[in-house]
């Protein structure tokens, strides 16, 4: 459970896992997956990043809802990809934060890249 919660960040919202967070921690590495036990059923997670670039694949269990958080990258815009679609994420420190996604067939991958102007 180190791995689901420090690495992936994955956290409930609510008793019973109805609502949960994921919030990856990264670092250096530049890929993983998981997938996390749940009381609503398996939450599977997997990222891949490289410089400027973050994205971020959720499969979400039938009976729950996730918010899943990217990092920000250094950039002023609040701009993510949500399955290929651009949508503006909630800022929150240094991420920026999709909530209300559902389960979805194949699951939903958030982006991120470097195509905004920097923080200076």
């Known amino acids: ?6 690495l992936f960040g994955i956290r409930a919202l609510v008793p019973g896992w109805g609502q949960f967070e994921v919030r990856p921690q990264p670092g250096d590495l530049q890929w993983a997956n998981v997938r996390a036990p749940s009381r609503v059923g398996p939450i ?35 701009s993510v990809k949500l399955n290929g679609v651009a949508t503006h994420g909630q800022p929150d420190g240094d991420f920026l934060c999709v909530g209300g996604i559902g389960p979805r067939s194949g699951g939903t991958r958030i982006t991120r890249d470097a195509t905004g102007p920097r923080v200076e």
């Open 44 to 78: 599977d997670v997997a990222f891949n990043q490289s410089a400027g670039y973050f994205s971020l694949l959720l499969q979400v269990p039938a009976a729950a809802v996730a918010t899943a958080c990217v990092p920000r990258l250094g950039l002023r815009s609040d």
């Open 1 to 6: 459970m180190i791995v689901c919660r420090g």
